[in-house]
Nanobody, 126 residues
Framework: QVQLAESGGGLVQTGGSLRLSCTAS????????LAWFRQVPGKEREFVAA????????RYADSVRGRFAISRDNAKNTAYLQMNSLKPEDTAAYYC???????????????????WGQGTQVTVSS
C-alpha cells in the first residue's frame, strides 16, 4: 500500500508561481511512475504531468508545457510540480498519483494509476 500526501497549494495571482510536493509513504524508487492530475468541480480529472522512476523522462499536457516542470527526489520519497506563469484556468484541485506496475510508460489516463493523494487546492486570481 502506498500513501501519497500533497502540499504546497494556495492562492496566487496571475503570472505567479507555486511548487507542489507529493510525499510517498514508501521509497519512491519502488513506486515507478509518478504523475500530477488536476480537477475542477463538474469536470473529469485532467492529466498534467508524469515522470519516470529515475526521472529521466517526463510528459506534459499541452496546456502546461513550458510553464510547469515535474521532478522527483527518490532519496526524499518526493515528487514536485513547479508551476510558473500561472493562469486563472490553472485553478483546480491538484492530485498526485502513482503507478507501481511500470517504469517508463508515462500514462496520461487516470485509471492507469492505482494510488492517489487527497489533493491540494490551487487558486489563481485574475
Amino acid at each position: 500500500q502506498v500513501q501519497l500526501a500533497e502540499s504546497g497549494g494556495g492562492l496566487v495571482q496571475t503570472g505567479g508561481s507555486l511548487r507542489l510536493s507529493c510525499t510517498a509513504s514508501v521509497r519512491t524508487a519502488s513506486s515507478t511512475i509518478l504523475a500530477w492530475f488536476r480537477q475542477v468541480p463538474g469536470k473529469e480529472r485532467e492529466f498534467v504531468a508524469a515522470i519516470s522512476w529515475q526521472g529521466e523522462s517526463a510528459r506534459y499536457a499541452d496546456s502546461v508545457r513550458g510553464r510547469f516542470a515535474i521532478s522527483r527526489d527518490n532519496a526524499k520519497n518526493t515528487a514536485y510540480l513547479q508551476m510558473n506563469s500561472l493562469k486563472p484556468e490553472d485553478t483546480a484541485a491538484y492530485y498526485c498519483a502513482a503507478n507501481l506496475r511500470y517504469t517508463t510508460v508515462l500514462f496520461t489516463s487516470a485509471p492507469n494509476y492505482e494510488y492517489w493523494g487527497q489533493g491540494t487546492q490551487v487558486t489563481v486570481s485574475s
